[in-house]
């Protein structure tokens, strides 16, 4: 009788267990769509304060820019009028502008990614849609920072920035924000402290970085 009281207790508990988890990983999982369509929404209406909110203090937020034949990145704890990513925003926003968000039309999913390709020399998206991929780990920072290493051109970068790019981008989710054929929006977005924030933000991308 004691041996069914303590398996009894025993499968309560582990069936409890599995409830919370299965409970938290729901709650991460709805808090991570929300922050992606915050994101999206904010880049849109170019609200800097909403962007702030999601940039990680400690971490910040990176952002990937073309300046040339290469790719480069700086990093900002927190956006301003005139800042690098603000200016790239405007850039990217008058190249690749985007009609105002509609999530319903444009459902969240998770799964392979738009894949931006050329046909007859215009850019274009192997699809449309809003999309996240979480098995996938993508290293956008170090193969621009290894790139220009290679070329004497990284000195800025210390092994301590080196390694702590590594460890972001090990932990991020690529989302694409394609709602049409001809624009879209290339983030990271990552998990810290039961908080999700934009990571990394691709300023300028061609079928190459894809």
Not at 62 to 76: H, R, W
Request: proline letters at 4%; charged letters at 25%.
């Amino acid at each position: 009788m004691y041996f069914k009281r303590g398996f009894f207790a025993f499968s309560l508990l582990i069936i409890a267990c599995s409830t919370f988890a299965q409970t938290k990983t729901s709650k991460k999982e709805a808090d991570f769509i929300t922050a992606c369509k915050g994101v999206v929404s904010s880049i849109y209406k170019r609200d800097i304060k909403k962007l702030n909110a999601y940039i990680n203090p400690k971490y910040g937020l990176y952002t990937l820019y073309s300046p040339g034949v290469s790719d480069n990145f700086v990093n900002e704890k927190k956006i301003g009028r005139g800042s690098p990513l603000d200016n790239h925003l405007s850039l990217t926003l008058n190249d690749l502008p985007i009609t105002k968000p509609d999530f319903v039309k444009n459902l969240f999913k998770y799964g392979k990614l738009p894949q931006w390709q050329w046909i007859e020399d215009e850019g274009v998206w192997s699809k449309t849609g809003f999309f996240a991929d979480t098995i996938k780990k993508y290293q956008p920072l170090t193969e621009a920072a290894n790139f220009l290493i290679s070329n004497n051109e990284g000195d800025q970068y210390s092994k301590k920035e080196l390694r702590t790019i590594k460890l972001i981008e090990s932990q991020c989710r690529k989302v694409v924000f394609a709602p049409d054929k001809e624009s879209g929006l290339i983030f990271y977005m990552i998990y810290i402290n039961s908080k999700w924030y934009l990571a990394i933000f691709e300023a300028a991308f061609d079928v190459n970085d894809i």
